[in-house]
């Protein structure tokens, strides 16, 4: 089965940076789909970015211009290089893989914390 290992959180002050990343296992990752979610908590679990088999990118609005997702298919990881964060980036942080129109495989999560 597919299994899924985040790894970059931490603890930043604002405007700070951080790399996640994502090491896939079990599947052909240059065929996967993958994207970054986040949920803080009282919050519903929200898509920040994604990168398609082909590359193409997607960003929510409120991060686009400071997050960038990549991917390595050489390593089976996908990154995300988080820029000028903001304490409302406080979250946890999971990778996914998107099985047709739905994410369907997840990793446990990353700890991110940004402090004012």
């Known amino acids: 089965q597919v299994q899924l290992v985040e790894s970059g959180g931490g603890l930043v002050q604002a405007g700070g940076s951080l790399r996640l990343s994502c090491v896939a296992s079990?599947?052909?990752?240059?065929?996967?789909?993958m994207g970054w979610f986040r949920q803080a908590p009282g919050k519903e679990r929200e898509l920040v970015a994604a990168?398609?088999?082909?590359?193409?990118?997607y960003y929510t609005d409120s991060v686009l211009g400071r997050f960038t997702i990549s991917r390595d298919n050489a390593k089976n990881t996908v990154y995300l290089q988080m820029n000028s964060l903001k304490p409302e980036d406080t979250a946890v942080y999971y990778c996914?893989?998107?099985?047709?129109?739905?994410?369907?495989?997840w990793g446990q999560g990353t700890q991110v914390t940004v402090s004012s």
């Open positions: 990168i398609s088999s082909r590359s193409r990118t």
């Open positions: 996914a893989i998107r099985s047709g129109t739905t994410y369907d495989y």
């Open positions: 079990g599947g052909i990752f240059s065929n996967y789909h």
